[in-house]
Antibody
Framework: EVQLEQSGAEVKKPGESLKISCKGS????????IGWVRQMPGKGLEWMGI????????RYSPSFQGQVTISADKSISTAYLQWSSLMASDTAMYYC????????????WGQGTLVTVSS | QSALTQPASVSGSPGQSITISCTGT?????????VSWYQHHPGEAPKLIIF???NRPSGVSNRFSGSKSGNTASLTISGLQAEDEGDYYC??????????FGGGTKLTVV
């Protein structure tokens, strides 16, 4: 059974750093694209970026380029999303998602990680 | 790379049919047959209901169907049921080699 298990909710202060994770199981982690999707409170889904764990090929949506870093450690089947300096506007639910047929569709999602940034 | 355009909300009565449009450009919707649709209920992970424009994953009701014409894709839900209420998002592969979502449509079954 394919599963994506995300790390737990985080409460951080502006300016702090953060790294959240997404551990895949039940499939060959290296051979499927993993993406990160943001949902701000009351707003829609947004692609932040995607990574192919097999060779770490990483692509960012223009709005997120330079704002976050996406990485993966295929040895432990885990993808990461990190911030070096959080802002209040980073408060959101973050989902990881596994692509099928490249990244043309998403059949498997993590349960979501709620990140709250507040002073 | 802008979000695909969806109506903010649609509504229908039980048993009726509704259609949600998703308009993009020749760099996304119009350029690829890789449009997918997701149903999203608050507090849950999104659920794939249509992929590759008009294909249903196993287990998804045949009341859901998809189509595309030019730069606009559409999701039709027939025989509306109360459980269909929720948010619906289209998604397309793009020439930037990264997908893009639509802005989302809130479906109300009245």
């Amino acid at each position: 059974e394919v599963q994506l298990e995300q790390s737990g909710a985080e409460v951080k202060k502006p300016g702090e750093s953060l790294k959240i994770s997404c551990k895949g199981s039940g499939y060959s982690f290296s051979t499927y694209w993993i993406g990160w999707v943001r949902q701000m409170p009351g707003k829609g889904l947004e692609w932040m970026g995607i990574i192919y764990p097999g060779d770490s090929d990483t692509r960012y949506s223009p709005s997120f380029q330079g704002q976050v870093t996406i990485s993966a450690d295929k040895s432990i089947s885990t993808a990461y999303l990190q911030w070096s300096s959080l802002m209040a506007s980073d408060t959101a639910m973050y989902y990881c998602a596994r692509g099928t047929s490249g990244i043309t569709r998403i059949e498997f999602w993590g349960q979501g990680t709620l990140v709250t940034v507040s002073s | 790379q802008s979000a695909l355009t969806q109506p903010a909300s649609v509504s229908g009565s039980p048993g009726q049919s509704i259609t949600i449009s998703c308009t993009g450009t020749s760099s996304d919707v119009g350029g690829y047959n890789y449009v997918s649709w997701y149903q999203h209920h608050p507090g849950e992970a999104p659920k794939l209901i249509i992929f590759d424009v008009n294909n249903r994953p196993s287990g998804v009701s045949n009341r859901f169907s998809g189509s595309k014409s030019g730069n606009t894709a559409s999701l039709t839900i027939s025989g509306l049921q109360a459980e269909d209420e929720g948010d619906y998002y289209c998604n397309s592969y793009t020439s930037s080699r990264i997908p893009v979502f639509g802005g989302g449509t809130k479906l109300t079954v009245v």
